[in-house]
Nanobody, 127 residues
Framework: QVQLVESGGGLVQAGGSLRLSCAAS????????MGWFRQTPGKEREFVAA????????SYADSLKGRFTISRDNVKNTVYLQMNSLKPEDTALYYC????????????????????WGQGTQVTVSS
């Protein structure tokens, strides 16, 4: 069983930065591909970024490339999302997600491929 706990959300002005963290329980973190998604009321959860178990490969939503950076620390069992130059449209509930390596990295941008989710952390960007 994998438990994920996000933190680091909050209120920030447009142009500012935030770093989200997602701490994973258990001893299997290095066996997990990780992803970040976000959701606003009335909309489907959308892909933000993903990273392979060893951090070698990262993937981003096209609209977020250059502003967001995903990284991980397999010693601390934590994945991060650095968000820079934030815009009001980045306001959302941000979720951390995990899937085991044996399921493959393919379809990293699809919510259906992730078996574990955190509760989310709210990010609000004011104009």
């Amino acid at each position: 069983q994998v438990q994920l706990v996000e933190s680091g959300g909050g209120l920030v002005q447009a142009g500012g930065s935030l770093r989200l963290s997602c701490a994973a329980s258990g001893r299997t973190f290095s066996s997990l591909h990780m992803g970040w998604f976000r959701q606003t009321p009335g909309k489907e959860r959308e892909f933000v970024a993903a990273i392979t178990w060893n951090g070698v490969l990262t993937s981003y939503a096209d609209s977020l490339k250059g502003r967001f950076t995903i990284s991980r620390d397999n010693v601390k069992n934590t994945v991060y999302l650095q968000m820079n130059s934030l815009k009001p449209e980045d306001t959302a509930l941000y979720y951390c997600a995990a899937k085991y390596v044996y399921t493959g990295y393919k379809d990293y941008d699809q919510t259906r491929t992730y078996g574990y989710w955190g509760q989310g952390t709210q990010v609000t960007v004011s104009s």
